[in-house]
């Protein structure tokens, strides 16, 4: 499984965006399931929602089943909280620290994201980094 960032959701929905194409190109070639979490849903969701088909067009790609909602518990939420306490200084958002947890739960060793400044420097439970695309 592909962990899917919020940038490529936006990415892939708006026409002007300067990542479009490069993000498109790269969920072609992908053969592997995609997954995501819901505070990367909300973050996306919150982007979008500037444009008036944006949401819709949002729910119709996670509707499509081409991007799975992967679960967050309780048991998540301390780790969560210690990653985003260690990468304060970037900061770590929500999202970014639900998908290096769900990595670290799944063994999920990939992230579709244009955020490489800050998933270079994240590190997954021994010093595993991700490998990121595209």
């Given at each position: ?91 770590m958002?929500?999202a ?39």
């Amino acid at each position: 499984m592909i962990l899917v960032d919020t940038g490529p959701l936006v990415a892939l929905l708006a026409e002007r965006d300067q990542h479009r194409a490069a993000c498109a190109t790269a969920m072609e070639g992908l053969r592997e399931p995609l997954g995501t979490v819901w505070p990367v849903i909300a973050e996306a969701m919150f982007l979008v929602g500037r444009w008036a088909e944006g949401p819709e067009n949002l729910w119709e790609l996670l509707g499509a089943r081409k991007i799975q909602t992967l679960p967050l518990d309780d048991d998540d939420h301390p780790r969560m909280q210690e990653l985003m306490r260690k990468y304060r200084d970037l900061p770590m958002d929500l999202a970014d620290a639900a998908l290096v947890r769900v990595a670290e739960r799944d063994g999920i060793d990939t992230v579709f994201t244009i955020d490489r400044r800050d998933f270079q420097v994240y590190r997954l439970i021994g010093r595993r980094r991700l490998r990121i695309i595209p």
